[in-house]
């Protein structure tokens, strides 16, 4: 019984876990941000403040990776030691080069008789996320 006791203590004590903030270029966190550790199949997502934390994970060096839409999956090597390993993530926007959205309907209508003017639309992209 001894034996079992000083073995869960020890297999215990031999993880850890991740946890910390994934924010944006300007500072702002990004909550819904995927946080995984392939290797593990470990994943989880970040709360309304940016905030994640994995548990449980066994001591040793991984590779995690960030991910959120509209940004630059970040790839970074993390060492797990015994308790809390922090690590901050600031991800960056991708390049849009989109500049206008083309819509085609098909049949035949004549112009004054649709319910909304037709109208050419410029996309307008902005870096803030909601």
Same mark, same amino acid.
């Given at each position: 019984? /001894?034996f079992?006791v @000083? ?5 215990y004590a031999?993880?850890?876990s991740?946890?910390?903030?994934v ?8 909550p ?6 392939t290797? /593990?199949? $470990?994943?989880?997502?970040t ?8 548990n ?11 991910s ?8 970074r090597?993390?060492? @797990?030691v015994?308790g809390?390993?922090? @690590?901050?993530?600031k991800?960056?926007p991708?390049?849009q080069? /989109? ?7 098909y049949g035949?209508?004549?112009? $004054? ?5 037709l ?5 307008k992209?902005?870096?803030?996320? /909601?």
């Amino acid at each position: 019984m /001894l034996f079992f006791v @000083v073995l869960s203590s020890w297999s215990y004590a031999q993880t850890g876990s991740i946890s910390g903030q994934v924010l944006d270029e300007t500072n702002q966190p990004l909550p819904g941000a995927s946080i995984s550790i392939t290797s /593990l199949n $470990r994943a989880t997502s970040t709360d309304g403040n940016g905030q994640f934390k994995l548990n449980a994970i066994p001591t040793g060096t991984y590779s995690i990776s960030a991910s959120f839409i509209g940004f630059q999956i970040l790839k970074r090597n993390v060492t @797990v030691v015994s308790g809390d390993t922090k @690590v901050n993530i600031k991800l960056t926007p991708l390049a849009q080069n /989109l500049t206008e959205v083309v819509v085609i309907g098909y049949g035949t209508q004549q112009k $004054r008789m649709l319910p909304v003017p037709l109208q050419q639309l410029e996309l307008k992209i902005s870096k803030k996320v /909601l």
